[in-house]
């Protein structure tokens, strides 16, 4: 048990306590679509054409950017559309997608990994292998786990997160006790890629068989398990970090900067698939979960399933739903199921449609300071992001704010805080980007002043230069005339 | 950190403090009697009143009024005014408190000011015979409203409150037992009950009323070492007065209270060496309104200065 903490958080006990442990597997789905922009920045690019057959674990797009891993099918069959398609966000925008109809085969690509003898490999080659997988942090922030792997080198100890951390979320404690071999395996792939000397399995306390299964499969003294209070908000990276270590992450600066690497647990399996197997990152283990499903569960699903599919097997009730993916504090409403499974998708949450609390007057009660783990005050951060008082919000440090939703969790008045404070950061965000376009305008216009300004300037001394030369050719030519006619006058002079 | 969810929402919250007010409120009806019950019962009438139409006026849905908030304020005012005042006392106080201490700066969580102070600050300055006769006995059912609703001359029932009687007794160099167990110090005690209460349920922090105590007795305790023809001691100032009702009833409101946890210390501390200055050499005997009131215009001041420091900066 760790002897640290951070400040604030909540305790927030399961909804929804799955009533079946084990994961469920589900079969290749009929048709998969892959969204190829899987986080802010660049999407990747489709390498296979409509009517094109793909196998599993075949590269369908991939992108020149570091940031942008590759993309793998996940079933085999025939690329049937390359179009764009919804993510799973409120917002509903649309990013490009390929689209696969299976064959039914299930025909996997060759696959060649290291074998269990990692070290037959260097480093590099190793992260080279983790990002053709095409693996992601998979815990939600969908972070190219090679660039963090590469900016960690060195790093003394990596921290393996398997806090869960979301009450509803349930898939990395299903994980762990489906695959401890394969995790600690993948840690210890992990160590060798980044020359750390421990590993620390962070898991919450209440995640008993996971422990004593991780704790059986251990031989490495290099790692340990450590259980964490299952206090909300503990996956937080930075919290995680404070609560393990005591040590605090400035903002601004990554972990990595002070020797430690921070992985997903469900990232590290894939990690293990990646390195050793040679399997890219097709299925992940998603929790399907909430107070309209009859049988809520684990489940193994092929990237790119579509949601109402995995729904189905829950046995959602006949009533309309509320549908939230990724989590009941951190996670986004959806309208409705007609999204496909990202690499990120952890969990979707499946309700009875509840009536809404209704927002009523801040009273700064401060409740929502005091479990703020960040030490934020919402409270006022509130006030200056309803106004759209952006200055006065970044004073208040509002881009340190994690999002977590502990406030909008213990507020009396049912505010929902971190929708102000996402909409602030966003203000925030186009005032800045508008601040940049401002200032390249107008050093676009300075120098288009500037070169106006030269061009008259070598023009009027072009053509003071023209007249100089004009004046003295007329003085030189009157100064001929006068010297003709002195001449002439002396030969007249002469003559007579 | 927080375990679940202690209170549901923000009308639970108020009927929390109203709770707490039980105690000390069957105090003052078991010393004062019904006079203390017409009181309440006016100022929730108006208060509730005021609400409404205001809320119509400004073109609000008047499900606020569930809030609980105006039924607060108004009960604050009542046990804070003297169990014999004339009922337009009450009506008056009220009205200005919800109208001018809330609804004109746009309703709950946007006045700056205690709407409950401030409707007793306004009734202590324009009508300071009324505000200052109290009453040390027991009113019947029938007695209370006679007193209350006719213009029947009260002197006979009016005596000075104990902090009077010890500013009094004081400036005429007379001997004051400043430790004796009088009314005010059970009804202190019943309100420092209730405020444990509201401790326990979560519904105050313990920085206000921890710092308030604090600045009383540090304040008394300096007066008493510098200045003892005026002093009364802390003992003596912090069971009399609205100490304790102040500590955990009026200073916690937290709309016009500091927000900070730093800046909730300073601005308890604070009023506690105000109300003591105020009460030792103000004309007024109590001073619990002014300070507060005084300290709520600092809010903004005190909330800038007293930010907490963020994690990872």
């Known amino acids: 048990m760790s002897k640290h903490d951070f400040r604030g958080g909540v305790l927030i006990e399961n909804p929804y306590p799955l009533n079946q442990l084990s994961v469920v597997e589900v079969p290749p789905p009929k048709k998969a679509i892959y969204l190829l922009k899987q986080r802010e920045g660049a999407s990747a690019k489709p390498k296979v054409k409509v009517g094109q057959k793909v196998k599993v674990g075949q590269v369908i797009a991939v992108s020149n950017n570091d940031y942008c891993v590759p993309m793998h099918s996940s079933i085999s069959g025939v690329v049937s559309a390359i179009d764009d398609q919804p993510i799973a966000h409120s917002s509903g925008l649309k990013v490009p997608s390929i689209s696969i109809e299976s064959d039914g085969k299930d025909d996997w690509i060759s696959l060649k990994g290291c074998g269990e003898e990692v070290d037959k490999c260097t480093p590099d080659e190793i992260i080279e292998k983790i990002r053709n997988a095409g693996i992601v942090g998979m815990g939600g922030a969908g972070f190219p786990a090679h660039v963090k792997i590469k900016g960690a080198q060195g790093a003394k100890t990596i921290i393996i997160n398997a806090t869960e951390c979301d009450p509803a979320t349930l898939c990395d404690d299903a994980l762990m006790r489906k695959y401890p071999e394969e995790i600690i395996k993948g840690i210890e792939v992990l160590m060798y890629a980044c020359q750390s000397q421990k590993a620390i399995i962070a898991v919450e306390e209440d995640k008993v068989d996971a422990i004593i299964k991780l704790n059986q499969t251990i031989k490495n003294k290099n790692i340990c398990v450590e259980a964490v209070p299952i206090k909300y908000s503990t996956?937080?990276?930075?919290l995680l970090i404070k609560l393990l270590l005591d040590k605090v992450i400035p903002t601004g600066s990554f972990a990595s900067s002070s020797g430690v690497l921070c992985q997903n647990i469900?990232?590290?399996?894939?990690?293990?698939?990646?390195?050793?197997i040679g399997k890219p990152l097709v299925s992940r283990i998603v929790t399907v979960n909430g107070s309209a499903l009859k049988n809520p569960s684990n489940y193994e699903v092929r990237i790119g399933s579509s949601f109402s599919d995995i729904v189905k097997k829950s046995k959602p009730s006949a009533n309309p739903h509320e549908i939230r993916v990724g989590g009941m504090m951190m996670g986004v409403d959806v309208p409705d199921k007609n999204y496909s499974i990202c690499k990120i998708t952890s969990s979707i949450i499946v309700d009875e449609i509840k009536i809404k609390q209704k927002e009523s007057a801040c009273i700064r009660c401060s409740k929502c300071n005091e479990v703020c783990p960040i030490n934020l005050l919402p409270q006022q951060l509130f006030w200056f992001c309803k106004s759209d008082n952006t200055k006065k919000a970044s004073s208040y440090d509002l881009q340190d704010c994690i999002e977590c939703g502990c406030c909008s969790y213990v507020c009396p008045s049912h505010i929902p805080l971190v929708e102000y404070f996402q909409y602030g950061k966003a203000l925030v965000k186009k005032e800045l980007r508008e601040q940049e376009l401002a200032a390249k305008s107008r050093e676009r216009y300075e120098f288009k002043e500037f070169r106006l300004d030269r061009i008259k300037q070598e023009r009027d001394k072009m053509m003071a230069e023209k007249k100089a030369a004009l004046k003295a050719k007329m003085a030189k030519e009157k100064d001929n005339k006068a010297k003709i006619a002195e001449a002439l006058k002396r030969v007249n002079d002469k003559k007579k | 950190m927080i375990t679940g969810k202690p209170i549901?929402?923000?009308?639970?919250?108020?009927?929390?403090?109203?709770?707490?007010?039980?105690?000390?409120?069957?105090?003052?009806f078991y010393f004062f009697g019904w006079g203390v019950i017409y009181q309440i019962t006016l100022a929730l009438i108006t208060g509730i009143a005021a609400e409404i139409i205001f809320l119509k006026i400004?073109?609000?849905?008047?499900?606020?009024?569930?809030?609980?908030?105006a039924a607060l304020t108004a009960i604050l005012l009542a046990i804070s005014i003297p169990s014999i005042a004339p009922w337009w006392i009450v009506v008056l106080g009220t009205s200005f408190a919800i109208i001018f201490g809330k609804q004109l700066y746009g309703g709950l969580g946007s006045n700056p000011l205690n709407p409950a102070m401030l409707g007793y600050a306004f009734l202590l300055i324009s009508f300071p015979l009324e505000m200052t006769r109290w009453t040390s006995s027991f009113l019947s059912f029938g007695e209370g409203l006679n007193v209350i609703f006719s213009s029947i001359n009260i002197d006979a029932l009016s005596s000075a409150t104990r902090l009077e009687e010890a500013k009094f007794a004081l400036m005429e160099g007379e001997v004051f037992n400043p430790i004796q167990i009088d009314q005010t110090v059970w009804i202190n005690l019943g309100f420092l009950f209730g405020g444990v209460y509201l401790f326990y349920k979560k519904v105050i922090t313990w920085q206000i009323p921890l710092s308030f105590l604090a600045g009383i007795i540090v304040m008394s305790a300096l007066l008493m070492l510098v200045d003892s023809d005026h002093a009364m001691g802390p003992v003596f100032h912090l069971f009399h007065g609205a100490t304790m009702l102040g500590a955990f009833f009026i200073l916690t409101d937290p709309v016009s209270s500091s927000t900070t946890p730093r800046g909730r210390l300073i601005f308890g501390f604070l009023i506690g060496i105000l109300v003591i200055i105020i009460r030792t050499y103000g004309s007024y005997p109590d001073g619990v309104a002014f300070a507060v009131l005084l300290l709520n215009i600092a809010v903004p001041l005190i909330d800038y200065y007293s930010k907490p420091k963020v994690f990872g900066r």
Do not use: F, H, W
């Not at chain 2, 400004?58 to 908030?69: P, Q």
């Open chain 2, 58 to 69: 400004r073109k609000k849905s008047i499900d606020v009024i569930k809030d609980n908030s």
């Open chain 1, 266 to 276: 469900a990232t590290v399996k894939a990690i293990y698939d990646a390195v050793v």
């Open chain 2, 8 to 28: 549901l929402n923000t009308s639970n919250l108020m009927l929390q403090v109203i709770y707490g007010l039980i105690l000390g409120v069957a105090l003052q």
């Open chain 1, 235 to 238: 996956g937080a990276e930075k």
